[in-house]
């Protein structure tokens, strides 16, 4: 059982930063590619970052130069930095398997206000 537990959301000011984890069971962070993906009210749930399981990231065109997604394998947590927020940023953001293999936590919320 793939379990998957975000943390770290709040709200915080535009400009502002927050630093989202996601705790995983098993070793799933060390020999899976990762993802953090979030969900903003009314629209489909969207892809932010991931890494591979050799380290290799890729970022949405929306979050570069903002977000860094890193991990710590013995630790099986992936991280996610999220620098100069913005408004446009909220949402419920969640961490899963990259590509996604139906294994969803509860999502921690980030809302960011103007």
């Known amino acids: 059982q793939v379990q998957l537990v975000e943390s770290g959301g709040g709200l915080v000011q535009a400009g502002g930063s927050l630093r989202l984890s996601c705790a995983a069971s098993g070793s799933i962070v060390s020999i899976n590619s990762m993802g953090w993906y979030r969900q903003a009210p009314g629209k489909q749930r969207e892809l932010v970052a991931a890494i591979t399981s050799g380290g290799s990231t890729n970022y949405a065109d929306s979050v570069k130069g903002r977000f860094t997604i890193s991990r710590d394998n013995a630790k099986n947590t992936v991280y996610l930095q999220m620098n100069s927020l913005k408004p446009e940023d909220t949402a419920v953001y969640y961490c899963?398997?990259?590509?996604?293999?139906?294994?969803w936590g509860q999502g921690t919320q980030v809302t960011v206000s103007s």
């Open positions: 899963s398997h990259y590509p996604p293999q139906g294994y």
